[in-house]
């Protein structure tokens, strides 16, 4: 049964680092994202106060998720996944469909992405069984299949929407979490030649636009007005931005608008023309720093169960980081992955403090948690 428990101890060692340098990041993303709406003729883009009200509700469920005990959250960890999967079968049926992809459950004021939603409830899940199914040796392959199972349900719901990024960032985080715990070496090697052997057979079932912007990353100049104008609009920005930057509101690519989806997946370049070298390596630092705050928690967890719980949060924070940020160097195909606590979008923000409410909930209790 989930139930609040007030414990004074709770507060007393909670983790103000880690909710610093959340705040931080958010509050840089919020300016950022006012930068992206900036217009001369004054007509401002509302999108920066929808981000704090996103913000907001965020950090209220960020309190609900940091004051019921993970534990207890655990003995739900089925039901909220089945209900996950549910939402996903729901937006496969009456999904609301934008740009070509039907991804959204309408909520009539606000729309709300489930798969966002997946990413965490993917990670209670197999936080709970391997915390119920523990072992002293590394797991054979036979001994995953229902955590492969846990996860290749959402994975197919979600690449039919289409989203190959999320289903992707499904499998990573959830791989990661695997070799953390350990994997038998034999079967590890086994599942890899798998992997590489389903990958010309995978290529068939990508859509047409999934196809060209994977070949455009190997050359995006083929296509510079096409599948190749996000990739080559991102560098401009982030290389015109040099070392110091130009300036807030001063980037050509932002306020011209030569830069796509600017307030979304390419928010980075954005912040990398106005504040230059600098202003990047100190929000990489931010990040490095939250990642890092986030594997401590795991190692110090009293228990598996925590312990999977920290480490499944912070993968999932460090992979969006790395591949959006690959991404509009340049370095990784286009796929769609939000950077973490700074890309503008109700759902992926909002599940994200929801996520690091979990992190915190980890943290404070290896200090209350009873043997």
């Known amino acids: 049964m989930i139930f609040l428990k007030y414990d004074r101890r709770l507060f007393q060692n909670f983790d103000w680092t880690l909710l610093a340098l959340v705040l931080a990041i958010c509050a840089i993303g919020v300016v950022n994202i006012y930068s992206t709406g900036f217009s001369l003729d004054g007509n401002q883009s509302p999108l920066y106060i929808k981000q704090l009200q996103w913000i907001f509700l965020g950090l209220a469920l960020m309190v609900i998720t940091f004051l019921i005990d993970y534990r207890s959250i655990s003995q739900a960890a089925y039901v909220i996944y089945g209900l996950s999967v549910a939402s996903l079968i729901f937006v496969a049926v009456f999904g609301h469909t934008a740009n070509g992809a039907q991804r959204w459950i309408s909520f009539g004021f606000f729309l709300f992405q489930p798969s966002e939603l997946m990413k965490v409830t993917m990670i209670i899940a197999l936080a709970r069984y391997f915390d119920d199914h523990k072992s002293h040796e590394p797991y054979l392959l036979r001994e995953l299949f229902i955590p492969c199972l846990i996860v290749l349900i959402p994975f197919v719901l979600i690449l039919k929407q289409p989203d190959l990024g999320t289903a992707l960032v499904l499998v990573i985080v959830s791989a990661s979490i695997v070799l953390f715990i350990g994997m038998n070496g034999k079967s590890l090697l086994i599942a890899l030649t798998s992997a590489l052997a389903v990958m010309p057979v995978a290529w ?139 890309s503008y979008g109700g759902s992926a923000l909002v599940t994200l403090l929801g996520a690091i409410g979990l992190l915190m909930n980890v943290s404070v209790r290896r200090f209350v948690l009873q043997r």
């Open 204 to 342: 068939h079932f990508l859509k047409d636009y999934q196809k060209d912007r994977l070949l455009t990353f190997l050359s995006p100049e083929t296509d510079p007005l096409g599948t190749g104008y996000h990739i080559i609009q991102s560098m401009i920005a982030i290389g015109s931005g040099g070392f110091l930057g130009k300036g807030f509101l001063q980037g050509s690519q932002t306020q011209l608008k030569f830069l796509p989806e600017q307030q979304t997946d390419f928010v980075f370049s954005v912040f990398a023309e106005e504040w230059g070298f600098i202003g990047g390596l100190i929000l990489l630092v931010m990040f490095i720093s939250l990642i890092v705050w986030g594997l401590k928690i795991a190692l110090h967890s009293k228990d598996l169960l925590g312990t999977i719980l920290a480490f499944g949060v912070t993968a999932l924070i460090a992979w969006q980081v790395m591949i959006n940020m690959g991404m509009v160097l340049g370095l990784l195909p286009v796929v769609g992955i939000p950077l973490p606590f700074m």
